[in-house]
């Protein structure tokens, strides 16, 4: 049975870090595609960043380019987004996803539709 379970959100400072993690069970990172979303009050569900279990790769939207950085455990089968130089527009509430069957382009990112399983959330507020 498939799982995901993301922790680590809480409140920081602008230009504060945190690292979020993607507890998975179920499956192995090799053969998935791991998506991490994000979504503010009013607004709709944006991707942010993605990991390819195919080439190990990870590509990121322009607006968070530089600043998250993606890192897995294949042995804890987990994923971990990494944000530093946080901004109050990084506010939101953070999923992670997992496509097990994806195969098309990364760049765009893959658009949510593309996800079979996500967790519930964590909240991350960037607020002084």
């Known amino acids: 049975q498939v799982h995901l379970v993301e922790s680590g959100g809480g409140l920081v400072q602008p230009g504060g870090s945190l690292r979020l993690t993607c507890a998975t069970s179920?499956?192995?990172?090799?053969?998935?595609?791991i998506g991490w979303f994000r979504q503010a009050p009013g607004k709709e569900r944006e991707g942010v960043s993605c990991?390819?279990?195919?080439?190990?790769?990870?590509y990121y939207a322009d607006s968070v380019k530089g600043r998250f950085t993606i890192s897995t455990d294949n042995v804890k089968n987990t994923v971990y987004l990494i944000m530093h130089s946080l901004k109050p527009e990084d506010t939101a509430v953070y999923y992670c996803?997992?496509?097990?069957?994806?195969?098309?382009?990364?760049?765009?990112?893959?658009?949510?539709?593309?996800?079979?399983?996500w967790g519930q959330g964590t909240q991350v507020t960037v607020s002084s």
């Open positions: 990991f390819s279990g195919r080439d190990g790769r990870s």
């Open positions: 179920g499956f192995t990172l090799d053969y998935v595609a």
């Open positions: 996803a997992a496509a097990s069957g994806y195969s098309g382009s990364y760049d765009p990112l893959p658009s949510a539709y593309e996800y079979d399983y």
